[in-house]
């Protein structure tokens, strides 16, 4: 059983920055492909950026390439999202998640936990 439980969403003019952290309790956090989807109002859970174990590829969506960064400490079993150049339009609810995989998933059926979500609000 993994627990994860993400932290530094919040309110944020357009062009402003912000980094995600989720923090990953129980079983062996590198064995495990870590990602962020997010959902906004309305809309399905859409895959936003992933990490391999061991770090050894990164995924993102065309959406947020070149804003975002995705990382990983196996030390502090954390996994990071760094947001730069918010839009409004990345507004959503942020949502960590592990897959017991030797790739990056993009599709939620593949992820096997996901932690409670923390808000981005990105105001115009």
């Known amino acids: 059983q993994v627990q994860l439980v993400e932290s530094g969403g919040g309110l944020v003019q357009a062009g402003g920055s912000l980094r995600l952290s989720c923090t990953a309790s129980?079983?062996?956090?590198?064995?495990?492909?870590m990602s962020w989807f997010r959902q906004a109002p309305g809309k399905r859970r859409e895959f936003v950026a992933g990490?391999?174990?061991?770090?050894?590829?990164?995924d993102d969506a065309d959406s947020v390439q070149g804003r975002f960064t995705i990382s990983r400490d196996d030390a502090k079993n954390t996994v990071y999202l760094q947001m730069n150049i918010l839009k409004p339009e990345d507004t959503a609810v942020y949502y960590c998640?592990?897959?017991?995989?030797?790739?990056?998933?993009?599709?939620?059926?593949?992820?096997?936990?996901w932690g409670q979500g923390t808000q981005v609000t990105v105001s115009s």
């Open positions: 998640s592990a897959s017991y995989t030797n790739y990056v998933p993009v599709t939620t059926a593949r992820y096997d936990y």
């Open positions: 129980g079983r062996a956090f590198s064995n495990y492909a």
């Open positions: 990490i391999s174990r061991n770090a050894g590829s990164t």
